[in-house]
């Protein structure tokens, strides 16, 4: 409480002219909103807790459908590429992970009620608007890795082992690992069968690869696509 009281007054420092209200839940904004003009802008701070819970699902959603198009902006300590794209995909304006600085926050708070949309530096709301586009339906993953990621990824996803993936992209069975631990970092997967939860949850609709099939030249480790 004390740290969205001191947000509060922050925030309402760098707008001077326009009232910051906090309340504990949306519940209680809804039972202690006047009538008449609608907010500007609002905060929902959902901590720690999963985007995909169907509570906080339920809140977002509902909140910006009763608004629009007042900008929701959800602030989350979680910043992982899955949780900001469902945020978005569920109608918020704006994603502020709760790591930033309190400046950041307020800036980021401005770019929302100027019109704008904030996520993090990875900007994955251009990202996600990329593999969307024309020309990208075939390769949707290409924005976010290489080539041969991408193919390590497809292979992920039908559960195909390490030795299995060197064989059939030709490619030393180090080299495969290096590939894993490299998409693991990038989408923030603890292990190869969260990554394949995750690939799944941040892009449902993506046709997978066309199987490849085993080449008779074995690679020396090098890969020429990165």
Not at 174 to 198: D, F, G, L, P, Q
Request: charged residues 25%; aromatic residues 6%; proline residues 7%.
């Amino acid at each position: 409480m004390l740290w969205r009281d001191s947000l509060a007054r922050n925030i309402a420092a760098d707008h001077p002219g326009n009232p910051i209200v906090t309340f504990e839940s949306s519940a209680e904004w809804r039972l202690q909103r006047e009538e008449g003009a609608p907010p500007s802008a609002i905060l929902l701070n959902i901590a720690d807790k999963k985007i995909d819970d169907p509570a906080v699902e339920q809140d977002i959603t509902a909140l910006a459908s009763e608004v629009a198009p007042v900008p929701v902006i959800v602030l989350s300590d979680r910043d992982d590429l899955t949780q900001i794209v469902k945020a978005l995909k569920y109608g918020a304006k704006g994603y502020i992970p709760s790591s930033v600085s309190v400046d950041v926050c307020i800036e980021a708070i401005s770019l929302s009620l100027a019109g704008g949309i904030f996520v993090p530096a990875s900007s994955v709301f251009a990202m996600r608007h990329l593999f969307e586009t024309e020309g990208a339906v075939e390769r949707p993953l290409a924005g976010l890795f290489t080539d041969r990621q991408a193919e390590v990824v497809e292979a992920l996803r039908r559960g195909k082992a390490n030795k299995v993936i060197a064989y059939e992209l030709n490619l030393r069975e180090s080299t495969v690992k290096v590939h894993v631990r490299n998409i693991m970092k990038k989408i923030k997967a603890a292990n190869r069968t969260e990554v394949a939860y995750k690939i799944k949850d941040l892009f449902p609709d993506h046709p997978p690869l066309q199987e490849p099939g085993p080449t008779n030249t074995k690679d020396n480790g090098s890969d020429n696509r990165e």
